[in-house]
């Protein structure tokens, strides 16, 4: 086992090492006419800081120190931003060695005899190119940083007009809230989480989902914001399910017994929580004589890499028939394989999962995320067939401590 962890570790570092080498090689370009001292700096500020990050990791990988969470979560943010950001001037490095390559082949074969060109004034095309990636690569670690400071808490409020087929008139007008994937174990900011939890009260809704992923691995990451996430209720209840990250899947245990019981005291967290969470279930909301159903199942995706542990059936079984219901799945691969056009009554999805990879461009006439490539609904509003599903970009973080482009989300639903 620590052979194979040492072996691991050694090959991600000359990976790392292959990657600071080449990017020094562009560095010395730029520094080129720099005075002898100003240089020797740099070389000591660049190679000291990637031995000092080589070092952390090492230590830390094999446990020779024990930083807290949030801290080791922020320190190796802070360097994965410093390594895209390599590897964005990589590419325009790249693209100047290609350059230089097709520039030797040529005269080598034929212009053997190298004659004297007139330089042109200014900068030339092939720095112009190192500059490009340079430039590329530090607004990327801006954004990053920008990304954790700013990003990571910036709630931003999206309101929905949902049409729902058959619909009684008396629910007509009921406002829902949705948050989603919360992820308690990577918060840092208590008081900024404190005031997200506060403009999800201040919407006044009737009815609030969450679907999934209270914590990232461990229930007991949820205890320090047992407080806070408390204040969530709404007078005809707060629904809640599980997410992949639930179920303690990621992390190795001492004992299946072990991996059992931290499941069964995060479902102990969502009712000390006060609210009703739906393991295959479903409730069934009655006013003036008029009924609307929930239903929550367990996660259940079409990914390899995520657990099927729902059965949509069971939740469904003795469900009235002809009732308009709302299903919360907290995967969106979910509805396209067993809801749409399979499930008439589920007239809306509630889902997450995805947190539009907490990078991307949201706004009103495009939206783009890496995410998109993986998951064909992946953020927002879809319909089909009269039936909707929407994917909720989350509440909280996970991996990196922030937010870049798309921010954490309250979603305000209108039913009409």
């Not at 809640?240 to 479902?267: F, Q, R």
């Amino acid at each position: 086992m620590f052979k194979g962890q040492l072996i691991g570790f050694l090959f991600f570092s000359l990976f790392f090492f292959a990657i600071d080498c080449y990017v020094w090689q562009g560095v010395k370009t730029l520094i080129f006419n720099w005075p002898t001292r100003s240089k020797s700096i740099l070389k000591f500020v660049y190679w000291g800081y990637a031995v000092a990050v080589f070092i952390f990791f090492m230590l830390y990988r094999f446990q020779c120190i024990s930083p807290a969470p949030q801290t080791i979560k922020l320190i190796s943010s802070i360097v994965f931003a410093i390594v895209i950001a390599k590897l964005c001037w990589i590419f325009f490095l790249l693209l100047d060695d290609i350059i230089r390559l097709f520039r030797w082949v040529f005269q080598y074969f034929f212009s053997p005899i190298e004659t004297a060109l007139e330089k042109p004034p200014g900068i030339s095309r092939l720095k112009f190119l190192h500059y490009t990636g340079l430039g590329i690569g530090m607004a990327f670690i801006g954004t990053a940083i920008w990304g954790i400071v700013k990003g990571a808490h910036n709630y931003t409020i999206h309101r929905k007009k949902l049409p729902l087929t058959g619909l009684p008139d008396v629910f007509k007008g009921l406002k829902i809230v949705q948050i989603s994937d919360i992820h308690s174990g990577s918060f840092w900011d208590k008081e900024a989480v404190k005031r997200g939890v506060q403009l999800i009260q201040e919407q006044q809704a009737d009815i609030i989902f969450f679907t999934g992923d209270l914590v990232n691995d461990r229930s007991d990451e949820i205890v320090p914001w047992m407080d806070v996430f408390s204040q969530i209720q709404a007078p005809m209840g707060v629904f809640s399910i599980l997410g992949n990250h639930d179920y303690g899947d990621y992390v190795t245990w001492p004992s299946p017994e072990a991996k059992t019981k931290n499941l069964d005291d995060l479902i102990g967290y969502h009712k000390k929580l006060g609210w009703d969470i739906l393991l295959d279930e479903h409730r069934v909301i009655e006013k003036e004589g008029e009924k609307l159903c929930i239903v929550g199942v367990q996660n259940w995706s079409t990914k390899a890499r995520f657990p099927k542990y729902g059965n949509l059936e069971k939740a469904l079984t003795l469900a009235p028939k002809n009732t308009v219901t709302l299903l919360l799945s907290h995967d969106p691969s979910h509805w396209r394989e067993q809801v749409l056009r399979k499930q008439k009554n589920i007239a809306a999805t509630f889902s997450g999962h995805t947190h539009g990879m907490q990078f991307g461009i949201d706004t009103k006439f495009y939206r783009w995320s890496p995410v998109k490539l993986i998951y064909k609904e992946w953020m927002d509003l879809y319909t089909e067939n009269n039936q909707h599903l929407y994917v909720n970009r989350g509440f909280g973080y996970l991996g990196y401590p922030g937010r870049m482009g798309i921010f954490p989300e309250i979603t305000v639903f209108e039913l009409a």
